[in-house]
């Protein structure tokens, strides 16, 4: 028997593999486990029962609710384009709710409770009860249920009302964007879009600068630029440029549609990056000001590999490097520790197929945050890369352009 749950190994085993397969905690899925166990065998305690038959019923369980669960998936529509680029962490979209709940905890008890914003847990005859009512959940040894946290000397959980049905959530939500510059498969309005990934989906490795067809769920409101996505997305990308016409393809190629201004709007000139922010920064509903994503290109004039030390990147360090154009002035191009080893920002790959560093003068393409700052009274505008693309055919490589590979050595 495991000693967190109770359940015979087998069952763990299954129970582990559901909740890694749904993006849920291992005792979300145990609980799903015996809420389905109550409704179909009509068990109400698993753990008094023979660990022959609970065996038996977990493999029943996965295979019936995965099926299920399977047919439940929102419905997709599918995109084309090619990922230009991905956030470096995960953010928390129940933050909000979680701070704004809290605070009036800490400062009126009772009417968070009573306005249905935080529940008090505690064990009772076995079971979980929130407010004093009782849930279906179990209690098992110590471990928390899945919407369960500790503040000081209390387990508590935040609340969620809908359509008049007040129930726990998880404290926590976690998704992570990617960005995707395309279109809805059949259309022609090309634009940046944010796909909202979640679960294992966060963790996935996305093939940048390739044409692809990803499926994942269109806004509701027009003029919105997220897209959703199923647990299940990382499996569902397409790296293929079988949608495109044979005569478009080269259009498509990467070098070519970044910065084509008549394919999309996403393009801003370097010398353009100043006047720019204004017309496209982005003011939320709160009044928040939102940083623009944009692509620019520009010929590199500083690089500097080494790290610089940096208090705000989870790593600890940072890159920067330079770029210019005719006539325009050099802009800093920020890189971040994660993207810096995700990405091996300072190689590319060239036309045959070989990985090696770039020099000063490569042109280069950048996909990431617009900002400025002011500098001897002027403002300045830098950019915080999402993703750099190096046009091979134009990149000069470190330390020349002599052959690098093997066969130069071998005699004739």
Not at 67 to 83: C, D, H, I, L, W
Request: aromatic share 10%; proline share 5%; glycine share 8%.
């Amino acid at each position: 028997m495991s000693e967190t749950t109770g359940y015979p190994a087998d069952v763990m085993e299954r129970l582990e593999g559901y909740a890694e397969k749904f993006g849920i905690s291992i005792g979300e899925a145990a609980n799903k486990f015996g809420a389905w166990l109550k409704e179909e065998y009509t068990v109400e305690d698993p753990l008094t029962e023979d660990p022959f038959y609970l065996s038996q019923w977990s493999e029943q369980f996965v295979i019936e609710t995965r099926n299920a669960s399977a047919g439940k998936q929102r419905e997709t529509v599918a995109y084309v384009g090619m990922f230009v680029g991905v956030e470096d962490e995960p953010r928390d979209n129940r933050k909000g709710m979680y701070d704004k709940a809290m605070n009036l905890f800490r400062n009126n008890r009772d009417r968070a409770i009573n306005e249905n914003l935080i529940g008090i847990l505690t064990a009772k005859e076995g079971r979980w009860h929130i407010n004093g009512k009782v849930t279906e959940d179990r209690v098992s040894g110590s471990d928390l249920p899945w919407y369960g946290f500790e503040h000081n000397d209390m387990i508590l959980c935040l609340l969620n009302t809908r359509d008049g049905k007040v129930s726990p959530v998880a404290p926590k939500s976690l998704s992570k964007a990617a960005y995707f510059l395309g279109s809805r498969e059949g259309g022609s309005d090309i634009k940046m879009w944010r796909v909202n990934l979640q679960g294992k989906a966060m963790e996935a490795n996305y093939t940048q600068w390739t044409a692809s067809r990803i499926q994942v769920i269109e806004p509701t409101k027009e003029g919105m630029d997220t897209l959703y996505t199923n647990n299940n997305f990382h499996e569902t990308v397409e790296y293929t440029d079988s949608w495109l016409a044979e005569n478009l393809r080269q259009a498509f190629s990467a070098e070519r549609l970044l910065v084509n201004q008549k394919m999309h709007n996403e393009y801003v000139p370097l010398g353009e990056l100043l006047e720019a922010h204004p017309e496209r920064k982005i003011t939320t509903s709160n009044g928040m000001t939102l940083n623009p994503i944009v692509i620019t290109r520009g010929l590199i004039t500083y690089l500097n590999r080494d790290p610089m030390d940096s208090e705000y990147d989870p790593t600890g360090r940072s890159y920067r490097l330079q770029i210019y154009g005719t006539g325009v002035e050099p802009v800093t191009v920020w890189v971040s520790g994660s993207m810096h080893d995700r990405d091996n920002v300072f190689q590319y790959t060239d036309v045959n197929g070989n990985v090696r560093h770039y020099n000063e003068k490569t042109s280069v393409i950048v996909v990431g945050r617009l900002k400025l700052r002011p500098y001897q009274n002027e403002m300045q505008p830098s950019m915080s890369a999402l993703g750099i693309y190096i046009p091979p055919r134009t990149a000069r490589p470190a330390g020349g352009v002599g052959d690098t590979s093997l066969e130069q050595f071998r005699g004739e």
